[in-house]
Structure formats: structure tokens, C-alpha cells
């Protein structure tokens, strides 16, 4: 028995131990940004720095306004969002309560592919073969734009979307389905009316992962976005809040380098801003639940 309670004693420390551990990073992380990002932001002038519209940081007379950067991440965002939830949503009830076995195992192993893919390949594949069909397409001189980046990051959340769904869609109890069938529902209502609401919280977090991983991808999107610091526009060449950092940053330097780290900054407030948001409503569904 002392043994046991001696093991339980170590495991609890162990446990108590490494979650201090991870709340020390997040901790650590979030005032390093802001001992980092906020000296800039003062020397900038808040309302410049994040609503002026033009940045020019290696200009004789530099320039630090992000609004266009934070536009365009907003827009990249939320387009890769129209566009790769309900693609992921469909495939996801498709692979979980329609595909037979035989279909559903290589669609599956599919998916898992492309979480694999490193960013880079997909922006290599983007500037080769997306960025010049978009612009024979819609007759532009450069296919670099903001459409071109919304495709790509579609295509890039689809598998986190996916995947976390069908876990969900798969955990709702069949009950639920065979009461709704028994009452004259078809199929297809049972899945979106009865099996998508019973699993809104598991999809809402694949959906939030999808968002995180577009907010925070610059390697692929600086291949096809073209890197202007123009203000959004849907056949435009622009720059994303993260490839705004990753193209300076090398060679930058004194208050240009300080603002690239004020960049970060907004950046993580804005993705700790999605998740406390997400926390809400996930909490308060669970509670309307019960």
C-alpha cells in the first residue's frame, strides 16, 4: 500500500509538474511578444502603426502602417474559410456515415497525406502550377494574388477540418439516428439536422484548428501572394501579417526590426483572441447541453 500511494504521490508531482511547465511557456511567450513588440508601437504611435495604410520600412523616410497586412490576413482568412469548411464538412459526413469501407480507408489515408505535406511543397506546387493558371484564367499579368493564396490555404485546413469532424461525427450515439429515421426523416436530414448539431462542438474545434494553421502560415503563402504591401484586393499582389515578418526580418534592423516583432505581436493577440473566443462558445454550448 505505501508503495502505491508513494507512486501516486510521484505520478501527481510529475503531472502537476509539467502542466506549471506548459503554463510557463504560454506565460513566457506572451511577455517576451509584448516586451518585444510594444517599444515599437510607442515609438510608431498606435493609431499609426496599426491603421495606417502604407508601410515602407527601408524608404528614406520609413513607413509602419500594417492595416494592410491586417486586412489581408482578416480576408485571406476568412475566404479560406468559406471555402475549405464546407468542402471539409461535406467530405467529413461523406467518410463517416455514407462512404462503404472499401472508399472510405483510401479517402481517409488521403487526407491524412495532405496534413503531411510540408507548407513549402504546397507553396511550390502553388507558384508552378496555381499562381499561372489563375492568371491565364481571369486574364491578369500575375496570378501572385490574394485569390491565389485563399486557394491555397483552402486546400491546406481541409485536413484538420476533416479529420477532427469525422472523430466527432463518428462519436454521435447511433440512437440519435435511428430516432430520427423512425420518425420519416431521410437520410440526408438526419445527417445535417440530427448528427451536425450533436457534433458542433468537435467540428467548431476542427474548424478553429483550420483557422489557426491559415492565420499562421507564411511559407506557403508567400510563394503565391505576391508580398506587395498593398491594401486587400481579390487580384491583387499583397502581404500576410506572417509574411510580412518572414520577408524582413533577415536583414532588418533598429526600428524596423522592432516593428516586425510589434507585427508578431498583433499576430498573437489576434490568434489568443479566436481561441478565448472559441473556449466561450464551446464552454457555453456544453453548458446549453446539459
Do not use: H
Request: charged residues 10%; aromatic residues 8%.
Amino acid at each position: 500500500m505505501k508503495q502505491k500511494y508513494l507512486v501516486e504521490r510521484v505520478m501527481n508531482a510529475i503531472f502537476f509538474v509539467c502542466g506549471l511547465t506548459a503554463i510557463a511557456c504560454v506565460v513566457l511567450i506572451s511577455v517576451y511578444m509584448i516586451i518585444a513588440g510594444v517599444p515599437a508601437i510607442g515609438k510608431i504611435g498606435f493609431i499609426d502603426f496599426l491603421f495606417g495604410t502604407k508601410w515602407a520600412s527601408t524608404a528614406a523616410e520609413p513607413s509602419y502602417g500594417i492595416l494592410p497586412f491586417i486586412l489581408t490576413s482578416i480576408y485571406g482568412t476568412v475566404g479560406a474559410i468559406l471555402i475549405g469548411v464546407p468542402v471539409g464538412l461535406l467530405t467529413a459526413v461523406f467518410l463517416s456515415k455514407i462512404a462503404p469501407r472499401g472508399l472510405a480507408a483510401p479517402v481517409s489515408t488521403a487526407v491524412e497525406l495532405l496534413a503531411g505535406i510540408p507548407s513549402v511543397v504546397y507553396g511550390l506546387l502553388g507558384m508552378t502550377l496555381l499562381v499561372p493558371a489563375v492568371a491565364k484564367t481571369f486574364g491578369i499579368a500575375s496570378g501572385a494574388c490574394l485569390f491565389s493564396a485563399i486557394l491555397v490555404l483552402a486546400l491546406m485546413i481541409l485536413p484538420n477540418i476533416v479529420s477532427v469532424s469525422v472523430t466527432a461525427l463518428n462519436a454521435v450515439p447511433p440512437e440519435y439516428e435511428e430516432a430520427s429515421l423512425a420518425l420519416g426523416a431521410t437520410e440526408t436530414e438526419t445527417y445535417f439536422k440530427v448528427s451536425i448539431p450533436a457534433a458542433k462542438s468537435g467540428i467548431a474545434a476542427g474548424v478553429v484548428l483550420g483557422i489557426g494553421r491559415a492565420i499562421g502560415e507564411a511559407m506557403a503563402v508567400i510563394m503565391v501572394a505576391g508580398n506587395v504591401a498593398n491594401m486587400p484586393g481579390l487580384f491583387q499582389s499583397v502581404t500576410f501579417l506572417t509574411t510580412a515578418i518572414a520577408k524582413e526580418m533577415s536583414y532588418a534592423g533598429g526600428l524596423q526590426r522592432q516593428a516586425l516583432f510589434s507585427i508578431a505581436l498583433v499576430l498573437f493577440v489576434f490568434i489568443m483572441v479566436i481561441n478565448a473566443l472559441l473556449n466561450f462558445f464551446l464552454k457555453g454550448g456544453k453548458k446549453d447541453d446539459k
